[in-house]
């Protein structure tokens, strides 16, 4: 076990004073924390004004404000700020949620309900009317659910129990797409996944095959001449696992830095142990990778399918699979789609 701490720190060690690669470790961080800053900076959206003082409108505006996406909602103080800011072009448009809003839709006043300010300049206020609604109606819904069915008399739980599974799988709304001749496949949504943990995870993934390439090369070098046997295997294992610990740290490191780590303490080690799974998995793939191929330079002229598969088949940029089902099938070849899997 001693002998084994030795080489594990010695392999760390020796991938430190590879000056390209330290450079790349010291990188990843901080060229991740840049890109992420400004995405988020650019990115910034449709900005949308709302304003309600009580009841089921501020508890919309408070909700639309909490949803991620293409649009960003935020709260202003007065009717009068909304309509400024929408008149100034600081807002594209502006939602103004009555008090009495729950008293409207139990009436079945639906109509002029919620009024909306936008300027004739802009053609995009459309796109935000169905987050609107759809997040009025998540939080307005179970209430109209209740009333009708203890007016028809239905088992109340039966029905919230319905309505809960039916509500957050995804499976009420769906797509269907059809080709001529090739059949037909659905699926629920299409999803993107955050580039900083897809890119961190490809990055690592590369790092095992990479360290198996070079150790390849150490090997046929004469590096393990005077050990043999399994030890021998262990050896190649810990030799890759220390490269790929490095890269990992990296990783973590671009996580918290970027926010984009699961929040709180169990969040924390959450973070810990799935890097630490995935880390020992990449080493142990890329030291079978490693005693399949043999040579360093057919590992090496092997990165491209790894890489180009990573990141065109696991959810990297976008979840693909979830739109065509046989890319999640071909996505299961690459160590990356596991372990972003863990975080959607």
Do not use: H
């Given at each position: ?6 080489w ?9 004073k ?12 901080l ?11 650019e ?15 501020l ?12 649009c ?12 400024q ?36 300049a ?9 987050v ?6 998540e ?9 009708y ?15 809960q ?7 009420t ?16 949504r ?45 050896y ?14 990296a990783v ?21 142990a ?29 990165t ?13 940029f976008?979840?693909?699979?979830r ?22």
């Open positions: 076990m001693g002998d084994s701490v030795i594990f720190l010695l392999s760390c060690k020796r991938q430190v590879r000056m390209s690669f330290l450079v790349v470790l010291f990188c990843i961080p060229l991740l924390f840049a890109v992420a800053a400004l995405s988020r900076k990115d910034g959206g449709l900005r949308i004004a709302l304003y309600g003082e009580e009841g089921l409108g508890e919309a505006a408070e909700a639309l404000i909490r949803l991620p996406g293409a960003s909602f935020y709260l202003c103080e007065s009717e009068e700020e909304v309509k800011d929408v008149a100034t072009g600081r807002a594209e448009c502006g939602y103004l949620f009555p008090n009495d809003l729950r008293e409207r839709l139990e009436q079945d006043e639906f109509r002029r309900s919620i009024q909306l300010y936008f300027s004739p802009t053609v995009l206020s459309s796109m935000s009317e169905e609107v609604f759809s997040v009025i109606m939080i307005y819904g179970p209430e109209l659910l209740e009333r069915s203890r007016e028809q008399g239905w088992d109340q739980a039966a029905v919230e129990a319905l309505y599974k039916y509500s957050a799988d995804g499976s709304f769906s797509f269907r797409y059809e080709e001529d001749g090739k059949g037909t496949w659905e699926e629920n299409l999803t993107a996944a955050f580039p900083v943990r897809g890119i961190g995870a490809v990055f690592v993934f590369m790092t095992g095959i990479f360290a198996a390439a070079a150790l390849a090369e150490d090997e046929k070098k004469g590096l393990f001449l005077r050990v043999s046997g399994a030890r021998k295997y262990w190649f294992f810990l030799g890759i696992l220390a490269a790929v610990f490095l890269g990992a740290a973590l490191i671009s996580l918290f830095l970027t926010g984009e780590a699961a929040r709180g303490a169990a969040g924390f080690w959450k973070e810990i799935a890097m630490a799974v995935y880390g020992t998995g990449v080493a142990l793939f890329s030291c079978l990778l490693k005693q399949a191929a043999r040579r360093g330079e057919v590992i090496v002229s092997l491209p399918f790894f890489l180009i598969g990573s990141l065109a088949l696991c959810p990297v976008i979840d693909a699979g739109w065509i089902p046989g890319l999640r099938t071909a996505g299961r070849l690459f160590l990356p789609w596991y372990y972003l899997r863990l975080f959607r």
